[in-house]
């Protein structure tokens, strides 16, 4: 059997030609029931991929946002219903990425254990991951909470994207 390494960045480091920064890695959603390589989540720069909207669509479900790790999959549908937060993040050109989407609510749990410092300690940040017709999960990384909020209220959205682990080699 022949053994092959490789090594990961620091989790906090600028991952170059991918438009942000390593925050975590996390294990990919199954497609028709088979298992997926796992995927390095990247966060954007603040100032360039960090918005304050609503989530949008309060009081009414929006089908397919209730993945807490499948991120692109429920912005992809908060897009379809024109959800404000995943509009803005996907029309966002970072590092010449435009897959820039809403993190899930396990994504970005995984990101405040991981590189809560990259992130503002003042308020909430939405996830992609929606409650009720009424709430969506939102991430503190002050002290790391998780809770949720009423759609319609304005908190941060931070635009990530992910990358097979593999890539991260190349």
Known sequence: MIASTFTLPAFGTVIAGQGGIFAAILRAPLIDGVEQPPFALIASD???????????EYGKD?????SRTDGQANTDAMVKAECPAALQLRALAIGGHTDWY?????????????????????????????????G?????????????????????ARACRRIQLDALNA
Do not use: M
């Open 136 to 156: 969506a999960f939102v991430q503190d990384f002050e002290d790391g909470d998780s809770g949720w909020l009423d759609k319609d209220s304005r908190h941060r």
């Open 62 to 66: 929006v089908p397919g946002t209730s």
């Open 46 to 56: 603040a100032a360039e991929g960090e918005v304050k909207c609503a989530w949008g």
């Open 102 to 134: 809403l993190p899930s609510l396990g994504e970005l749990n995984s990101a405040a254990a991981n590189v809560p410092e990259i992130f503002s300690k003042d308020g909430w940040y939405w996830t992609s991951t929606q409650r009720s017709r009424y």
